[in-house]
């Protein structure tokens, strides 16, 4: 192509002799039917007639032009390729990584990292040859005559995103745009969401999966034996402090459930029996009877009018189903004598509102034999204001109940534990089987200690045939229970006094507010965990569990990233076959033939003496210009 100044307009043609040359256009010119383009002087040698389009060029003249379009794109075949690549080891790198563990991880650059440098490979390969198309598609779109700013706009859209917009804006609407061109400009917008989609692609979730090198094991006993080292006496026998500890702490309600043990801190465990200790109580009020009679006492009504004087007056006595008997006389005293009291002075208003509980060697609750602990609970709770008129009115029923400990199986359901939540520490009990002592103890090696088995030929609940219990601990249980239970003794302080022959600590208090069925149960569990801690249990296995983070693709985000490199891949065929049968030179990017070009506009809308952009650009979208050749020089011709 010879070196030509940048001419802008007719003037600049005649100026330096273009008259001529832009009058024989004018005249000898015409548009051929077949390719739409401007046809040249018929003057014009054969081979500017093959480069403009206008006759089928021969073998030689192909060889003559050197379109050589192959060559000239293999930097963008080349970036192509590179996204492909970057594609498939993305793929890889994707399989290689799903579903495997995050902390089997061991290199210094985090999974995302990895996948963000290869999808920024990818995006920015698959960019040079949608930017290449654009820039060859601006040249070819000018064999045609069609607007100057067409020009500007796909240039601009070559260069980034906003540009690609403007060209959709402009190119949708009317359809003023081929297709690749129009396709070219959305992958460019397209590729803006590649990142955003790309960080969606891995996910991390976290599984439970079961730790097979963890600890897992809930306790069970079949046997409870107390090694005394301080108090090695048959005679007097001692209660081991860890069960007496576990008494008390079950009586405040304070106890600890026996934690298993599970190195993961998430473990599950079956189904399992152990020997324990149950409890249970029973309102039996319907079953006490009741027999009250009339006594003489003196009553003072409190009336300064009226003498002291004598009244009648009611004791009532009341005798449960075991043979136990308790009498209550009007000044609300209750004691378990066969005879009524008789008082020297009583207050005018009496409140019959007393509280006992009565240890006793047995009990009235059915299917329960030989308990290790019975006593019961007498409540006067109700209220009597003695007037003249009601000094005759029996004082109601108190409430009785039996409440009971004894040995028994106690077997708990599958429990899952968590070592953060307190509500899974606690074990469920789902069924009991009280278990009986033998008639006679039996020596067990060194140990003394006391054969425990189901009632009546019943199989136990965990398949063991007998359960076993030391002496001291069996004969020490009742002894220490009937100090704490046996409220009707002593001075009703927290402490009696030593010289009534003390009997321990009075939890007449505590006893009285409580839930009696709910404090037992406290105090059976708290010590069922001690003799499930004992040296001789047994340890259930379960199932240890441990949260893993895993790393998880979704592969319906990489859908953006396929598209966008085989969009990439179709676009760079199909503009290098267009241009290829067009026989386009391959000028793309380049600037240079722009600068030696000359652009042939109408007098009216000339732009060489606009300055202001914003003109410039209008009358470029006026203009409709055909690229054409004038003696070897490019000329961008407006139609007439």
Not at 13 to 25: L, N, V, W
Not at 143 to 165: E, F, K
Not at 387 to 406: G, Q, R
Not at 416 to 437: E, I, K, M
Request: proline letters at 6%; hydrophobic letters at 35%.
């Amino acid at each position: 192509m010879p070196e030509v100044g940048f001419m802008w307009g007719r003037r600049h043609a005649r100026a330096k002799g273009g008259s001529a040359i832009s009058q024989q256009i004018e005249t000898q010119t015409s548009t051929d039917p077949h390719t739409g383009n401007m046809a040249p002087p018929s003057s014009e040698p054969a081979s500017d007639k093959v480069q403009r389009g206008l006759t089928k060029p021969t073998k030689a003249e192909k060889g003559k032009m050197g379109h050589g379009w192959k060559e000239s794109w293999k930097w963008e075949a080349a970036a192509a390729t590179l996204s492909v690549i970057g594609l498939g080891l993305l793929i890889g790198f994707l399989f290689r990584i799903n579903g495997t563990l995050y902390a089997d991880w061991q290199h210094t650059a985090s999974p995302n990292t990895v996948l963000s440098i290869i999808v920024t490979i990818s995006k920015a390969a698959l960019l040079v040859p949608v930017s290449g198309c654009l820039s060859q598609l601006k040249w070819n779109r000018y064999r045609n005559s069609v607007p100057l700013y067409d020009m500007q706009a796909i240039d601009q859209a070559s260069r980034g995103p906003w540009g690609a917009l403007e060209l959709l804006w402009i190119g949708l609407p009317q359809l003023r745009m081929d297709a690749l061109t129009l396709a070219a400009a959305f992958m460019t917008v397209l590729a803006v969401a590649i990142d955003p989609f790309a960080q969606q692609i891995l996910a991390f979730p976290s599984h439970t999966v079961q730790g097979f090198n963890e600890t897992a094991s809930i306790q069970a006993a079949h046997k409870y034996v107390y090694q005394q080292k301080l108090y090695n006496n048959e005679v007097s026998g001692s209660l081991a402090p860890s069960m007496l500890s576990s008494i008390l702490s079950g009586l405040a309600q304070t106890n600890s459930p026996l934690a298993p043990q599970c190195s993961s801190g998430n473990c599950r465990f079956p189904r399992f029996t152990t020997l324990g200790i149950c409890s249970h109580c029973e309102d039996i009020t319907s079953k006490v009877n009741q027999t009250c009679h009339k006594s003489e006492f003196i009553q003072s009504l409190g009336e300064p009018t009226i003498q002291p004087q004598e009244g009648p007056h009611t004791s009532c006595r009341y005798k449960l189903s075991n043979g136990l008997e308790i009498s209550t006389d009007a000044s609300g005293s209750e004691n378990n004598k066969t005879s009524t009291q008789t008082l020297d002075q009583v207050p005018n208003l009496v409140t019959l509102n007393q509280w006992g509980t009565y240890p006793q060697n047995s009990t009235s609750m059915t299917g329960i034999e030989k308990p290790i602990f019975s006593f019961v609970a007498v409540n006067q709770s109700i209220q009597i204001w003695y007037m003249p008129e009601n000094i005759t009115l029996s004082p109601p029923k108190p409430s009785f109940t039996d409440c009971v400990f004894y040995y028994c199986e106690r077997e708990y359901s599958p429990t899952h534990y968590l070592a953060n939540d307190r509500a899974s520490h606690s074990v469920d009990v789902s069924d009991t089987q009280p278990l009986l002592p033998s008639d006679d103890s039996t020596l067990d090696g060194s140990d003394y200690v006391y054969i425990l088995q189901p009632p009546n030929g019943k199989a136990a609940l965990s398949g063991a045939s007998t359960y076993k219990v030391d002496a001291y601990t069996f004969l020490s249980i009742p002894n220490v229970m009937t100090k704490l239970f046996n409220t009707t003794t002593g001075s009703g302080a927290y402490w009696d006094d030593f010289e009534n022959e003390s009997t321990g600590l009075n939890l007449g208090p505590i006893l009285r507010e409580a839930d009696l069925s709910q404090l037992l149960q406290s105090v059976s569990a708290s010590m069922t965990d001690t003799m499930r801690a004992n040296p001789e249990t047994i340890n259930v296995p379960g199932q240890a569990f441990r949260v893993e983070t895993f790393i998880h693709v979704r592969w319906p985000w990489i859908i953006l990233l396929v598209c966008a490199v085989l969009g990439s891949l179709a676009l760079l065929l199909g503009t290098a076959t267009v241009s290829k049968r067009q026989h386009a030179k391959l000028w793309k990017a380049s600037i240079i033939p722009l600068m030696t070009s000359r652009l042939d506009l109408l007098h009216e809308n000339e732009i060489a003496g606009l300055d202001n952009m914003e003109d410039i650009h209008r009358m470029s979208k006026k203009a409709n210009v055909r690229m054409d050749r004038d003696g070897g020089q490019l000329v961008f011709t407006e139609k007439q």
